[in-house]
């Protein structure tokens, strides 16, 4: 199983309902199921859950290649979201290999995104109404 939160699916399907024809790419990153604020059904503390996104430079050949944000170390992040204006809602060869990638097809809506593993291989999608704590921007 794959635990996202609902606002994270929403604001994705945002970019990608705003880029359509285009498709839109973007690094995801998790937070543990304990360290959230809200219901998360019936994850163990330690579940990591997709919660933050990290957007792409469009339009930098330099740090953008096949959908891979190169600024991005992988390090970072733990999956993958791509949107498929097409309609098929299948992970394609051009879709970043990340350990989980996240594909959105039309309408726009968290019904309508699908989660796949590195040998796509799709997975169950757990959809969860928690929020990651505030970030502290006082640094």
Do not use: K
């Not at 604020?37 to 953008?64: K, N």
């Amino acid at each position: 199983m794959i635990y996202a939160t609902r606002g994270l699916l929403e604001v994705l399907c945002e970019f990608a309902e705003d880029a359509e024809p285009n498709s839109v790419t973007a690094a995801l990153a998790t937070t543990a199921a304990g360290d959230l604020d809200g219901d998360v059904g019936d994850a163990d503390p330690e579940t990591p859950v997709f919660t933050d996104f990290y957007l792409p430079q469009t339009g930098d050949s330099i740090t953008a290649v096949f959908g891979m944000d190169l600024s991005t170390p992988s390090a970072q992040t733990q999956g993958r979201f791509v949107s498929h204006p097409g309609g098929n809602p299948e992970i394609s060869i051009e879709d970043d290999l990340h350990a989980t990638v996240f594909v959105a097809v039309p309408p726009w809506t968290p019904e309508n995104v699908a989660v796949y593993d590195r040998w796509s291989n799709q997975e169950e999608l757990v959809v969860v109404d928690a929020e990651p704590p505030a970030a502290d921007l006082s640094r």
